[in-house]
């Protein structure tokens, strides 16, 4: 990510953070640490503890649960929220498909974070609404 | 084995011999600051051949000139639970170098007065001055680095003394270069290394930007001198003691921090900066609040951006060197090589752009010497296996050793204590090969690559700020982590733990 503007309208183009005036995307900016993972690298990792919640920048990941592919994210999708908000350790692996940009979000601050900005929270209810809708669709 | 030194060298203004002439060398290093010196002197005791180039006439890099106000943020206990020059020492002395010789262990407390238990710049520079000194770490001063080629077998540097060829090129330049994010108008205002004097700010209105340690290090010298302090960042403050790790705020910088709490007339603002205009000799800066909602127009005798730095990569990205956090660090693998141009390794600072598992989100400890000196051991043996074949020792330990040997490596060992959930121990256990110490290496590694049934322990710090001893268990290539309970005294060597530990291991050992 070149610059803080180019970061600022990433973050502007994202659904979960849509609703958020530019000051609010500025804090969210700085809250949120950018990383970078390589292609296979491992950002989740299933049954270990201590995790974190990513939004993605850039990129694609794999959604693995013991070795099976199972979903595809991208840009947008956010990933590690389950866990985090149920204290749990993760129930699948994520890896990077190709070299993948996150924002990561310590899973201790989220809760803050959350209740800072009500209207993330609100669209990231959303998002797992229609996470269950698919799911009950392919049953 | 004795590190070959070149035939050629050429006679300096002093007339003192300069090492490394230019020409072919297995790995060159640029850089003279602890991360350089450090990565050296453990190539050196591999036997692996190198050369060191420093744009500097001294060693030292960054302590060379900073922190600002003369005084670090990390700890060197002249008197401490462990002996001084022990192992188990560094983790009480964070800032001296390594070495696996005592002679050369826990030189910062020598050259350190009493009067404080984080060392002053000018101690931690003859401290690794001494080091370099006494350790015969060889440098070639004042040959700047200024171009990178790739070739067939590695890279050609191009230099103010000439070119170097090289398999891999290990970079430790530091995070050195002052960066500002691009706010209008903020080439108009000073960056934090340009900083007077205190005295110089008497009496005025100050508006610092950044509210990250180098922020708060300048508010707390100004606090006697200024009329107000205004820190202002997009995101609120982070307080180490708050996250547990040395990401955040250190204690030592807090009175500022305290004072805004209090309401004495320093202001740590939720904003973000707008604008900054020049109004005759002062400045006019705009923001808006980012957790509450706000507009802000400071006038101000004097601004300052203390917006952090960045890392002087030249033409890497032009080789394709994948970086992030704003292009300010490059994306490394767990053994701190460039994830898009391998045989590119970096050490020092920079190599916190290898994160790892962050777990309960802190992430290594690579930003400070504390850690990456940790790293450059690491980084030499793994220079030294995959490069040159040099097969270092994994000595062998009996069955009823392992248990006693990991718990006392979680309660003492200081590569695990500086790098939570980064560095781990790791033992193997092969059938024919039997139950081999592997030494020290990136978590990231064990737990995402393959390899023989094994175990490996780290210790972990959880959201209360607890440490546990962590071990993670490789069967059939499958690993699984255990959490061990902490202990308020983090005394790790009890029975309940050895019970705990044993059965975690039962069928491995």
């Known amino acids: ?139 | 084995m004795a590190m070959k030194q070149p035939t050629k060298r050429r006679r300096s203004a002093k007339g003192q011999s300069k090492p490394f002439p230019p020409g072919r060398y297995p790995v060159v290093i640029v850089g003279s600051g602890p991360g350089g010196l450090q990565t050296s002197h453990f190539l050196r005791r591999l036997g692996v051949e190198h050369a060191v180039l420093s744009a500097d006439a001294a060693p030292g890099g960054m302590f060379l000139r900073y922190p600002l106000f003369q005084r670090l943020i990390s700890w060197s206990k002249p008197y401490a639970p462990a002996v001084r020059g022990t192992r188990p020492y560094a983790w009480y002395d964070w800032n001296s170098l390594l070495s696996d010789d005592q002679a050369y262990q826990a030189l910062v407390p020598e050259f350190m007065d009493g009067s404080s238990y984080f060392p002053s710049r000018a101690e931690m520079e003859r401290g690794l001055a001494a080091f370099a000194r006494r350790a015969r770490v060889q440098v070639r001063y004042g040959c700047r680095w200024e171009a990178t080629r790739k070739t067939g077998d590695g890279f050609t540097l191009s230099t103010s003394d000439g070119e170097y060829a090289c398999r891999a090129f290990v970079l430790a330049v530091g995070m050195a270069e002052p960066w500002k994010p691009d706010v209008p108008g903020l080439d108009l205002v000073p960056h934090y290394v340009q900083t007077k004097p205190p005295r110089t700010y008497a009496d005025q209105h100050v508006v610092i930007l950044g509210k990250r340690n180098s922020g708060f290090e300048v508010a707390d010298a100004l606090l006697p001198w200024a009329r107000q302090i205004i820190l202002l960042s997009p995101r609120p403050a982070l307080l180490s003691i708050h996250s547990h790790s040395t990401a955040g705020v250190r204690a030592r910088y807090l009175l500022p921090y305290e004072d805004h709490a209090l309401g004495g007339g320093v202001f740590a603002l939720d904003a973000a900066t707008d604008r900054v205009e020049r109004t005759g000799s002062a400045y006019r800066v705009f923001a808006t609040g980012t957790t509450r909602p706000g507009d802000y127009v400071f006038n101000a005798g004097a601004v300052i951006a203390a917006t952090g730095f960045t890392t002087p990569l030249q033409d890497l990205r032009a080789l394709g060197l994948a970086t992030f956090n704003q292009d300010r660090l490059p994306a490394l693998t767990p053994f701190w090589e460039s994830t898009t141009v391998p045989g590119v390794f970096f050490a020092g600072t920079v190599t916190q752009g290898a994160i790892g598992l962050k777990k309960h989100g802190i992430p290594s400890n690579s930003g400070g010497v504390g850690g990456f000196r940790h790293n450059a051991r690491v980084l030499a043996r793994y220079l030294a296996e995959k490069y040159f074949a040099i097969t270092v020792p994994r000595p062998t330990i009996r069955p009823e050793e392992v248990v006693p040997y990991l718990l006392s490596e979680v309660a003492r060992a200081p590569e695990l204590w500086n790098q939570r959930s980064y560095l781990a121990r790791v033992v193997s256990f092969d059938r024919r090969d039997g139950i081999r110490d592997e030494g020290i290496t990136p978590l990231a590694h064990f737990v995402d690559t393959g390899g023989p049934d094994a175990a490996a322990i780290v210790l972990e710090t959880d959201q209360t700020g607890d440490h546990h001893p962590a071990v993670y268990t490789r069967r059939g290539g499958s690993v699984t982590e255990h959490v061990l309970p902490s202990n308020p005294l983090h005394n790790f060597e009890t029975s309940e733990y050895h019970a705990q530990l044993a059965a975690l291991l039962d069928g491995l050992v």
Do not use: K
């Open chain 1, 1 to 139: 990510m070149a610059s803080r503007v180019e970061l600022i309208d990433t973050l502007a183009g994202l659904a979960l953070f849509a609703d958020l005036s530019r000051p609010q995307l500025e804090a969210v900016a700085h809250t949120f640490e950018e990383e970078y993972f390589a292609d296979g690298q491992r950002i989740l990792r299933q049954g270990f503890s201590g995790s974190n919640l990513y939004v993605i920048v850039s990129g694609q990941a794999g959604v693995h649960v013991d070795g099976a592919q199972r979903a595809v994210l991208s840009r947008g999708d956010f990933f590690g929220e389950i866990s985090v908000l149920l204290g749990e350790p993760p129930a699948a692996d994520v890896v990077a498909v190709g070299p993948l940009r996150c924002l990561a979000l310590p899973g201790s601050d989220v809760e803050s974070f959350l209740l800072t900005f009500p209207r993330v929270s609100y669209r990231m209810l959303q998002a797992e609404a229609r996470r269950v809708r698919t799911a009950n669709l392919w049953r």
